[in-house]
């Protein structure tokens, strides 16, 4: 996204707190991102989805550690790598991570 006009971005916020589990953050992101009806709502098939954006997008995610469900936490530290390791090979994909 290196010369994209803001305008011109689609921006998905993630917000950490709702994670309430795999199955809504997954739904979420192929609402948002447009994914495939065969999204196989897992990581692998996440970066695939991922590798694939072709119009310029920013991924936020919105996080407080705090916040997540227990039971969610080591999943969401998978979803952010997953999500910034992605970032760095496609260049129609940024993410920004926000502490709160």
Known sequence: MKHANLDDVRNVRVVG??????ETLHAY???????????GANLAALADCL???C???RITIAINEHDI???????VIRFVQTCAREALVNE???LVIEHY
């Open 51 to 53: 590798s694939e954006i």
């Open 92 to 94: 129609n994909l940024s």
């Open 55 to 57: 119009v310029p997008t």
């Open 17 to 22: 707190a709702r994670c309430a589990n795999q």
């Open 29 to 39: 992101l192929a609402r948002k991102l447009d994914f495939p009806e065969h999204y």
């Open 69 to 75: 469900d227990p039971g969610m936490q080591a999943y």
